[in-house]
């Protein structure tokens, strides 16, 4: 019998692991379950609209899953709409790919304050994200000032920084241009805790906030201390050397005296409270050093006996790392924020084997590594899956028709993947209208008028 | 000539799989390869086939007559991430 194998959450890393399945056997049946109206996770909620030459991989994405049978099975939500318990009985093997959903906190006071963000919150406005077009930014200040140097970080300060005109060549929701249009912030500072050599952006992204049109980058007092030396010397990455390089080359090159915004890359600061009268007015930052700890990791402590310094702010975007959230029915390990598994099995707390239940991507590593990461990850899984499916029994309802027919009772609103390729068409035409990528639909009900058909 | 990788790579490793003389690095399982933003293509070792070209899902690889202005630092970028390995021993 052809197994059949549910994955929930159509991201890359439930696309790999389909594609890769596919390969694998042939004859597997495979059925995306995803939350969203619309396919491919963080390629289109996350990958920053500027950034459009990334979002191709959606191509790869459809031509290896959904044209190879794949069935998307969209706006359905996993644990809510239908259940663990009810997948397996339809299904062989039931392989979770949902993500880390939510933001690590800073942890410190007025983080609650109005004004005061995920940075992904931003990202999945500016994105389109049905769930998060509400928001509102307030963009009326002049300085907005984002906490973390990874890449998340770097591609809010850009969209904050960029021209209007650029960003309306792109596929960015039209509600985040129309408010983006109104900004009046001139300067955006980004607080790392450590140092330049320890920032987390990669050279590609930090060399793009160097070379933005009418933006000046200021990277303040640039000098690397002996212990940051002495690590990019005999542990350092490729990355931070280029990354040090190009810090050095921007601290070293004449402002660019004429731009209307600005980008304050400060380093060895934390947060350590954010301030104002009902609404974020100001972030008060202490200074932090270097230490080699026995274990080899450059540690920032914050330096004894300096004053603490104020930035006047209005707006404040946390980006400091990501977590999952445990799903309903399977086990999740709560202090590594992943579901227990090895090499993509799932296991229970206490390292018992869960028959049939798999997980990819970052809900089974972490929230680290790149697009591409999510390829071998998935290869790591379906090599398992594919060994353990002569062992695994056939489930009570092993057809189609069955998961058809408990749909049609819990989702009414089911987006398929005929669904989806309406809203693409849609989208696409809209874009070759505006001259732009994509005009994204960014409401559940434009999502769902756009694929019914007629 | 050589093919030159830019900064949108995302790591997918195809080019890797179909290069024919097996310049692209880091290779997955290499030591360097999970710290990599990107990968990379030896202009020492490039036979210019394009083989990569085609294999790319996100068109990160580029002639190095035909490099785009925004990425013009990636010529030298390349070349970089070889001449560093060098001094420090080849990856597997």
């Known amino acids: 019998m052809a197994p059949r194998v549910a994955i929930v959450g159509a991201g890359p890393a439930g696309a790999f692991a389909a594609a890769c399945l596919l390969r694998a056997r042939g004859d597997a049946e495979v059925d995306f379950f995803e939350r969203l109206p619309t396919p491919w996770g963080l390629l289109r909620g996350g990958v920053a609209p500027d950034h459009q030459e990334i979002k191709r991989l959606q191509d790869t994405f459809h031509r290896q899953t959904l044209a190879r049978g794949c069935r998307f099975l969209g706006n359905v939500e996993v644990g809510t709409d239908v259940t663990h318990d009810e997948l397996m009985r339809h299904y062989t093997a039931v392989v979770y790919a949902t993500g880390a959903q939510t933001d690590k906190s800073l942890g410190i006071p007025g983080e609650e304050l109005p004004g005061s963000w995920a940075a992904t919150e931003l990202v999945a406005w500016y994105n389109g994200h049905p769930d998060y077009r509400d928001l509102e930014f307030d963009l009326s200040c002049t300085r907005a000032v984002v906490i973390g140097n990874g890449n998340v970080a770097a591609d809010v300060v850009r969209l904050l920084t960029r021209s209007v005109d650029e960003l309306g060549r792109t596929d960015i929701a039209d509600h985040a241009l129309d408010a983006l249009r109104e900004s009046r912030i001139e300067e955006v500072v980004i607080l790392g805790r450590r140092g330049p050599a320890q920032a987390a952006f990669t050279s590609a992204e930090l060399r793009e906030l160097g070379h933005l049109d009418g933006v000046d980058l200021d990277v303040d007092g640039f000098e690397l201390d002996p212990v940051s030396e002495e690590w990019l010397a005999d542990q350092g990455t490729f990355t931070a050397r280029t990354n040090v390089r190009l810090l050095r080359e921007f601290a070293e090159r004449p402002a660019r005296a004429a731009s209307p915004r600005r980008i304050a890359l400060r380093f060895l600061r934390s947060p350590v409270a954010i301030r104002g009268d009902g609404r974020v007015e100001a972030i008060d930052v202490c200074r932090n050093e270097l230490v080699r700890s026995a274990d080899g990791a450059i540690r920032a402590l914050a330096l004894d006996g300096e004053e603490v310094e104020t930035i006047d702010c209005g707006l404040v975007l946390r980006s400091v790392g990501y977590r999952a959230v445990p799903l309903p029915g399977v086990p999740f390990d709560e202090r590594a924020f992943v579901l227990p598994n090895e090499d993509g099995r799932v296991h229970t707390p206490a390292g018992d084997r869960v028959p049939g239940v798999y997980a990819v991507g970052w809900i089974k590593r972490g929230p680290t590594g790149i697009l591409g990461t999510n390829k071998r990850d998935a290869q790591e899984t379906v090599d398992c899956l594919v060994e353990d499916l002569d062992a695994l029994p056939a489930p009570p309802h092993p057809d189609r028709a069955a998961v058809d027919a408990l749909l049609a009772e819990r989702a009414p609103d089911l987006v398929t993947a005929e669904g989806w390729r309406l809203i693409d068409r849609h989208e696409l035409a809209r874009g070759s209208r505006e001259r732009r990528p994509r005009v994204k639909l960014a409401s559940r009900d434009e999502l769902l008028a756009a694929a019914s058909p007629g | ?92």
Do not use: W
């Not at chain 2, 999970?34 to 202009?43: F, S, V």
């Open chain 2, 1 to 92: 000539m050589t093919y030159v990788i830019v900064g949108s790579c995302i790591k997918d490793d195809s080019c890797i799989e179909v290069c024919p003389v097996d310049c692209i690095h880091p290779k997955p399982g290499a030591p360097d390869f999970e710290t990599a933003e990107q990968l990379y293509i030896d202009p020492a070792v490039c036979i210019d086939c394009d083989a990569c070209v085609e294999a790319c899902p996100v068109d990160a690889v580029y002639a190095e007559a035909e490099i785009p202005g925004k990425h013009d630092y990636a010529l030298e970028l390349n070349s970089l991430f070889f001449a560093e390995l060098s001094t420090v021993g080849r990856t597997a």
